[in-house]
């Protein structure tokens, strides 16, 4: 089958081929039109041309286009902050140019109301030409003439708290202004301050500061640094520093304080405060150290030891397996009288570190804090009881004291005034030598009661030695004695040398009884002081001093020392100086002749309901009333005067004298009956 099938389809082959080419075929023509071309579908004339449809796979963007968006980016940026700082210096110029009209307008209005006389008007205008254009010096100058011209009126009308505020501004305004310079300090004068006395000048600005006048609190401070470069006046020149964020200005202020008094507590707790305000990393242990001086300096500096503790606690808190920082805290509460706190702390450290080095120190160290708070409160209990006249309690707490701190200055002192009330005389010099024995310099005064005791001036009274004023000399009674002085031998065995104690203090400050007074006038007879007293004319004389021969109760003593010398009559205080009409001053002197302190203490009130400033008139009040027998209103009474003359050093001594008397409790010594003759004392 398949070769037949063959054989035809070769035959049929062969029989085309042969037939083609014998008779060609020819293509036939096609009579349709060519298909159109792309141009011919697009009518450019009629704008219909239809888009090709957009694929939907996008192109990714490579760096080059990056980089040319950021560029163009960033100058439409510069662009626009160009537009935006050349709009903000036209508008600054124009603010500008419109303040510097509205202050010159503002000025114009001050002159013209200050020439009218309307002063408060033309301050408020100057005030706001000075804020429109700080910078310009002639409205400052302008604004402190007005403020002065206003304190002239205020002065005129005898208003001199408000003209002084007036005259501080003024300067604050312009400092080189003369007349409000001269000007402020005769009103102060009026108002019964010092105005060439720093300390007084420290107060006023104060003051000041406490009711936010800091700007004329600047002025006082800045006075009180010229008149006197002190490291108080520097800690003040700091603070103000401080108040206007001026932080490192601040702190060379501290630190020039302290290299003029390394022992001023406030400047130390002020440059640890501003050190810590710099939150500056590097300066905390400076602050710290800082903080610690002043704690040490003054144990009652309580914002010192806050800001000390508080210090500590963050360092704490920040690394708290850091045993450095429980040792500091530690150190921190012991100072500032957290005993247990600091106990804890130490155990911390223990369980951190036992063989920290300053572990055994530290527990030590807090042993000897609380043997002397123990044998303080002995001692405060010595100081009570003494000035409640319990003088043998006294002596009994103040001997718990001594024995716990032997090398303690102030406790031997106290020791000493104890024994001596009580009679004690070789005991009382033993412990005043071995207060000089301790530090000489500083316990001068333990030195002069040795000396005043060998001399024989020893006067017995509850409180000691009753200290004796130099007070002008009519007030003394006639009669008037001073108490049996109390044998005492001149040649005493010295102390024993005290053995060296763990919890030993330190040698302890000066004492704060007045030093150089005397129990009589060695050099004054008592008829000759009379004989002189009587010669001066009524309305000359001056009350002398009640403590020389009266308790404060005025009542007489039974005895009379002899004085060796007479000295000249102190000058008495007249009318004219007390600033009181003659007849008011003669009335005053007939009462105090006649022993009638209560008569002249009316009278002298009188006075001072005109003129509270009277510092003369306050002193002779106190002089009157103590005479008189009332010791805690006369102790008022020359505090007063004090204020107001703190640079007269008279008045200061009467006030510390005044206060001792109060202090030994001369009543309750009346009380127990006549003084006993020298042989009973030495018994005793």
Partial sequence: MKSRFFLITTSCLISLVGAGSFNPVFATKLNARPLPSERELKDFENSQ????????????????DAERAKAEHEEAARKEAALRAAQAHKEQVAAGQKAIQQALEENNRGVMFGKQGRWTEAIHAHEAACQHEPGNKQYRINLSAARCAYAQDRISHKEFDAAAGLLRKALAAAPDNGLAVKLLNETMKKQGRDPSNADERILAGDQLAAIGEWEAA??????????????????????????????????????KAISQDKDYGPAQRQLGIALLSTRDPKLLTDAASALRTAVILDSKDHLA?????????????????????????????????????????YNKLQALEPTNPGLAAG????????????ADKHKLAAETLFNQGLKREALAEISQAAMMEPKNAKYQFLLGECLEANGDLRGAHQAYLTCVLIDPEKNKEAAYRMK????????????????????PQHLQQPQAQHYAQAPVQQHMAPSPAMQKNMFEGGSGMQSNHQMGFRTHDDNAPQAVAQAQAVSQPVSAQAPISPFAALGHTGRVPQQMPQAPQQVAPKPVAAAA???????????????????????????????????????????????????GGNITDAIAEFRIASALRPSNKEFAGDLARAMAIHKRSIQNAFGEGAPASGKEVAAK
């Fill in 305 to 345: 030891g806050q800001q000390l503790v508080e210090l500590w606690r963050h360092q704490v808190a920040s690394n708290p397996l850091l045993a450095e920082n429980h040792l500091g805290l530690a150190g921190a509460l012991q100072l500032t009288g957290d005993f247990n706190g600091a106990e804890s702390e």
């Fill in 577 to 627: 100086q007390l600033n009181i009409p003659d007849e008011v001053m003669n009335r005053v002197v007939e009462l105090e002749n006649a022993k009638n302190y209560d008569g002249a203490v009316a009278v002298l009130r009188e006075v001072l309901n005109s003129n509270l400033q009277n510092a003369e008139v306050h002193h002779r009040v106190a002089v009157n009333l103590l005479a």
């Fill in 49 to 64: 041309v239809q888009a090709p449809e957009v694929s939907r796979y996008s192109r990714r963007m490579d760096y080059r």
């Fill in 363 to 374: 527990r030590a160290s807090l042993g000897r804090a609380r043997q002397h708070a123990m």
């Fill in 452 to 471: 005043e005791m060998q001399r024989g001036n020893v006067q017995r009274t509850m409180g000691g030695i009753a200290p004796q004023m130099n007070y």
């Fill in 218 to 255: 600047m002025v006082e401070y800045q006075t009180a640094l010229q008149l006197e470069s002190t490291a108080k006046t520097s800690t003040k020149m700091g603070d103000l520093a401080q108040h206007y964020g001026q932080v490192s200005t601040a702190i060379n202020w501290y630190r």
